[in-house]
């Protein structure tokens, strides 16, 4: 498995991005300073503190969450206590992280990533937001772009080439400079993207004032890890031939998906440790041990080829807000506290979710709320204390309206009926609340409910309407008037954080997947083609402009809607012209008993159905 060299990707990661945003606010007294943002103490005050509210404070034993690189270079780490820093750096600055709802609010750095984001998009062929702090941009076209206009290679060094290298030390001026016959394939095109990305990052400092770091290379692992070289302020290329520099010592977890029980398996069966040792075992002992697909994916990974591409997507999947109850005193012990702080959870999520809604025009379909137990620290070998990792516990279900109240009696039923079957003592350490598959808002799918209402498709039933006959969509018994109507979409524990997504993520078919989603809607009996005919084959010219004009995630559906449609009047329309010989009480008899699909695979009852009644 070889690089692709016709690709440049690029991963874009901002510096110490929340002290950079802090300082930016206040820059009198805190540009170019030693500076931490902290925690907020979880057993003190819980007021309010407002972005634009004073949150320097002279001391704090709460973890630090960002430092700035004037205290990095004294010392001063993520994690640390801000004590404890404070005594490695007298001089340190420590600013609070916002607070609302009793938690930490990172509304104002989501604002500010936004704002970045929306710089590095203009220009690239695709966009995928990575984290509130970095990206990864293909900017294959607009590289292949520039080298036309720069021509064959030697090439001048691009913009500020001080803060451009290449591969681990190598400075960009002299590479740039080489003779032609020394450049190998993809590497004109890599120096172009660089002279892009120059462009690019000056244009973030001018606008926002932020500064950024970049990695460059031909896929998404190998740019991943170039941003991390030189930071702050830098942009390093890693071109194939330094690649396996760049992979030889690097510890196996750092791949993606090897940093969990895969990873450690591996490590035990094969007796490796880093990227290089891996790339140098021969295939036979690599698919002796984990099979030959995934000996193959293995053999291109450490190789830094991970056949991930850039997916445009400038939006989270999901939002999510949560809070931790560290120790015995703070974790919740009882239903009332869980239901209260389920309400102040739903409040800050509804803000977001209507926020939102109001720039973006979706809204979510379902609500998950996670949590885990109370874990007292344990002596770590490194003399360390450390709370140890415990199984996280999801449940989800439909979410009925984006209002805190009514997201918090959802959640808190489904809280309520795990908490059943648990035994007497039971706690939770930590909980969070997840809003995720998004459709769009009602204002947005007008166009296409004035299609439908006009007689361009028959929507079916809705899936709130129909129950599961498989027990995923049961009915939840609770309480009278908390979480009344929720219907289960997902129960697992698992050692995995809290969201469903990540599993998704670690390649595991995640059961909050909805079988209707992207998929054609199922026929039922008596209305399936004929074998070789599929019902989106039947559709008019008309019918056809009109899903060109849907956003493409909804198209396979509404295709599958219409297409089933027209099948029902077209056989409505057979029957009208063929005698049934099979009526009668002898014919009844013989047919089969039509089965009820599930409301998922029901037509209209999915993704579509809710778009359609902006539910």
Not at 69 to 77: L, N, T, W
Not at 106 to 116: D, H, M, P, S
Not at 180 to 191: D, S, Y
Request: glycine share 10%; net charge neutral; aromatic share 4%.
């Amino acid at each position: 498995m070889e690089l692709p060299r016709n690709k440049v990707i690029c991963h874009v990661d901002l510096d110490a991005f929340y002290a950079q945003v802090e300082a930016k606010r206040d820059p009198d007294r805190l540009a170019g300073k030693p500076l931490a943002v902290v925690q907020y103490n979880p057993q003190g005050d819980l007021r309010t503190l407002l972005p634009e509210d004073d949150r320097v404070i002279p001391a704090s034993s709460n973890s630090i969450i960002a430092v700035s690189y004037e205290a990095r270079a004294q010392g001063v780490r993520r994690n640390m206590r801000g004590d404890e820093a404070c005594a490695l750096c007298p001089d340190l600055i420590l600013v609070q992280v916002p607070t609302a709802h009793g938690k930490a609010d990172l509304t104002l750095y989501r604002a500010a990533g936004r704002r970045v984001l929306a710089l590095l998009a203009a220009c690239a062929g695709a966009c995928e937001r990575a984290s509130i702090d970095e990206a990864y941009l293909d900017l294959t076209e607009a590289a292949a772009a520039r080298l036309a206009k720069l021509g064959p290679p030697p090439f001048a060094p691009p913009p500020g080439a001080e803060r451009v290298h290449v591969g681990a030390e190598a400075p960009a001026a002299p590479w740039h400079a080489r003779a032609r016959a020394l450049w190998q394939p993809g590497e004109a095109l890599l120096a172009a993207g660089a002279a892009v990305v120059a462009e690019l990052r000056a244009d973030v400092r001018t606008q926002t004032g932020y500064t950024c770091s970049a990695g460059l290379a031909h896929t998404k692992l190998l740019a991943k890890l170039a941003s991390g070289l030189h930071k702050p302020d830098a942009c390093t290329l890693v071109a194939a031939a330094g690649v396996p520099e760049l992979l030889a010592d690097l510890p196996l977890a750092r791949l993606r998906m090897l940093g969990g029980k895969y990873g450690a398996s591996l490590t035990d069966a094969l007796g490796v440790t880093t990227a290089g040792q891996l790339a140098a075992l021969p295939r036979s002992r690599l698919e002796a041990v984990a099979g030959e697909k995934d000996a193959a994916w293995l053999a291109g990974l450490c190789r830094g080829v991970d056949g991930e591409e850039v997916v445009e997507r400038r939006l989270p999947k999901s939002q999510s807000c949560g809070k931790t109850f560290r120790g015995r005193r703070s974790a919740l012990a009882d239903l009332d506290a869980v239901r209260h702080w389920l309400g102040e959870l739903g409040k800050e999520l509804e803000e977001r979710l209507a926020a939102d809604r109001e720039e973006n025009g979706r809204m979510p379909t379902l609500l998950t709320v996670s949590w885990s137990r109370d874990a007292p620290p344990a002596l770590a070998p490194d003399g360390w204390a450390r709370v140890p990792s415990v199984p996280s516990v999801s449940r989800s279900c439909a979410l009925r309206r984006p209002e805190a109240a009514a997201m918090a009696d959802d959640a808190a039923a489904l809280v309520r009926r795990w908490a059943s079957v648990q035994p007497p003592g039971w706690n939770i350490g930590a909980m969070s609340l997840e809003a995720s598959k998004f459709v769009m808002a009602q204002g947005e799918s007008a166009a296409i409910t004035r299609f439908f209402k006009a007689g361009g498709a028959q929507a079916g039933p809705s899936a709130a309407d129909a129950v599961s006959s498989d027990g995923a969509g049961a009915k939840l018994e609770g309480d009278a008037g908390a979480g009344e109507g929720v219907h289960v979409v997902q129960s697992e524990e698992s050692m995995c954080p809290a969201s469903g997504s990540q599993q998704a993520a670690e390649g595991r078919r995640s059961p909050m997947h909805e079988p209707g989603d992207g998929a054609e809607a199922s026929a039922s009996p008596a209305t399936r083609p004929a074998p070789g005919v599929r019902p989106g084959a039947l559709l008019s010219s008309e019918q056809e402009a009109f899903l060109a004009e849907l956003p493409p995630e909804l198209r396979s559906e509404a295709r599958a809607q219409l297409g089933v449609a027209a099948m029902r009047s077209r056989v409505a329309a057979g029957k009208r012209q063929t005698p049934d010989r099979g009526r009668g009480r002898a014919g009844a008899a013989a047919r089969p008993a039509r089965r009820r699909l599930p409301p998922e695979q029901q037509p209209g009852g999915s993704t579509l159905d809710r778009f359609l009644s902006g539910a």
